[in-house]
């Protein structure tokens, strides 16, 4: 391939899609340090050439000029689609779209569209996979709280270049909304809430912000200052997503009815798990957890088919949240 057809090439994957654009200097200094050595006049003239053949489009109200692909074409310089990697965006767009603003799952829809057709197209049997295949999420399945478009944008932007950003935030026991700069480490999807992992500019520790509660975001081109020590699985398995009560862990041991908490067996609470067959219909667990408010919701849900061993004062608070429901039940 020519070295000038290999330029285009670059070129084109460097355009973003609409509404983002591109200057020529961007792409020339861009260009640069890919080890092309080309004018921003012969940068014009390719773009011109071109968008000939592919969906540019130019914004010539500024200058210099901004280049973009139109948003809702696809782009024909990437392989074809073949059938797994159709079913697999078939499968995310599943997915994602309870989760992101419509805004947000845009920039993938050409893909979606592309990967529908190729599955209509395909009379292999995995083109009907689609059709065969439901998500369905336990508990109540409550709706999604919307979360603002730029304001995912903002923070998404911010985590993939380490920058700071800046939220209009209204926390759940603040008087009102505040503008809080924010250190963002990492997203954390867990139904049905997305939580933004960071620390707060000039406020102690790591905090959790719901995203649905920020109003409005904005970049700081600044650079995010994290602990060197922190990672995003350790913070989860830690139990900090399961509304930490303590930060010691907990020593658990429960005796289980089968066939009610089998799947225990097959999914482990902890890394330590250790369980052991008592008789045919009993068995017997042990494992390290987190000190959280989701382990005392689960046991209270479990309550009919396990008991506590240990720790006994675990076994008293659940004890003692079973009489007042009881007794709630019973007063109504």
């Known amino acids: 391939m020519s070295n000038t057809a290999v330029r285009y090439l670059t070129m084109l994957r460097m355009v973003p899609r609409s509404p983002k654009t591109i200057t020529t200097p961007e792409l020339a200094e861009r260009l640069e340090g890919h080890g092309f050595d080309v004018t921003m006049r012969s940068i014009q003239r390719d773009l011109e050439k071109l968008s000939t053949d592919f969906p540019l489009l130019v914004d010539e109200s500024t200058r210099p000029f901004r280049w973009s692909f139109d948003r809702d074409a696809t782009i024909d310089i990437i392989p074809a689609l073949d059938l797994p990697a159709a079913l697999t965006f078939e499968l ?8 992101l603003p419509p805004r947000a799952l845009s920039h993938l829809k050409p893909h979606f569209d592309e990967a529908h057709r190729t599955l209509l197209r395909e009379k292999n049997p995995l083109g009907q996979w689609p059709n065969r295949v439901r998500v369905i999420n336990r508990g109540l399945g409550g709706q999604r709280a919307a979360i603002d478009a730029d304001v995912l944008e903002t923070v998404t932007e911010a985590l993939l270049r380490e920058f700071r950003c800046k939220l209009t935030y209204q926390a759940r026991n603040w008087p009102e909304p505040e503008e809080i700069i924010v250190h963002p480490f990492g997203l954390i999807f867990r139904d049905p809430n997305v939580y933004l992992i960071g620390t707060i500019e000039g406020r102690e520790s ?11 975001g904005e970049l700081v081109e600044q650079p995010v200052e994290r602990p060197e020590d922190f990672d995003l699985d350790l913070y989860i398995h830690s139990g900090a997503m399961g509304i930490l009560k303590s930060n010691k862990p907990v020593y658990l041991r429960l005796r289980c009815d089968k066939p009610a908490l089998n799947h225990l067996i097959e999914s482990p609470l902890g890394f330590d798990q250790v369980t052991e067959d ?3 219909s009993t068995f017997e667990m042990s494992v390290t957890v987190g000190d959280t408010q989701d382990l005392r919701w689960w046991l209270t849900a479990q309550a009919v088919h ?3 061993l240990e720790p006994a004062w675990l076994r008293s608070e659940i004890e003692e949240t079973l009489k007042k429901g009881l007794k709630r039940t019973r007063g109504h």
Do not use: E, N
């Open 206 to 216: 790591i905090r959790q912000l719901v995203l649905h509660r920020a109003t409005a």
């Open 306 to 308: 396990c008991d506590i």
């Open 92 to 99: 995310a767009k599943a997915y994602l779209s309870p989760m």
């Open 278 to 280: 008592i008789d045919d």
